[in-house]
């Protein structure tokens, strides 16, 4: 669980990733709301996986969004989080946004 002050500086970082790539946008034209016959928990790994390329794909654009955020979450300066393994700070990233609670408190803050 992520503290509230560090949730709180990574919301603007968090919001420029939501505008930079459109989020809403691609969320709207390629995520398909579940029916009944659906398996939902098929469909959310499927959705998942098609949003973690989509972001991979665009980090170009957000690679200072992005580090920002890993700096924060591990109470480094941007700086250190250059130099560290590609695997941790990718790991820091992928585990701030399976945070359940900062994932819904990121939602409820750019609606």
């Given at each position: 669980?992520?503290?509230?002050?560090?949730?709180?500086?990574?919301?603007?970082?968090?919001?420029?990733?939501?505008?930079?790539?459109?989020?809403q946008?691609?969320?709207?034209?390629?995520?398909?709301?579940?029916s009944?016959?659906?398996?939902?928990?098929?469909?959310?790994?499927?959705?998942g996986?098609?949003?973690?390329?989509?972001?991979?794909?665009?980090?170009?654009?957000?690679?200072?969004?992005?580090?920002?955020?890993?700096?924060?979450?591990?109470?480094?300066?941007?700086?250190?989080?250059?130099?560290?393994?590609?695997?941790?700070?990718?790991?820091?990233?992928?585990?701030?946004?399976?945070?359940?609670?900062?994932?819904?408190?990121?939602?409820?803050?750019?609606?």
């Amino acid at each position: 669980m992520i503290q509230t002050e560090k949730a709180l500086d990574m919301l603007p970082h968090a919001a420029e990733i939501y505008e930079k790539l459109d989020l809403q946008n691609y969320i709207q034209k390629n995520f398909k709301q579940a029916s009944k016959d659906d398996n939902v928990d098929e469909l959310r790994v499927k959705s998942g996986v098609s949003l973690m390329l989509y972001v991979v794909k665009n980090s170009k654009k957000i690679k200072t969004e992005m580090l920002e955020i890993v700096a924060i979450a591990q109470e480094n300066t941007m700086e250190e989080v250059k130099k560290q393994p590609l695997t941790k700070t990718i790991e820091t990233f992928k585990n701030v946004f399976a945070d359940s609670e900062l994932v819904a408190f990121f939602k409820e803050a750019m609606k």
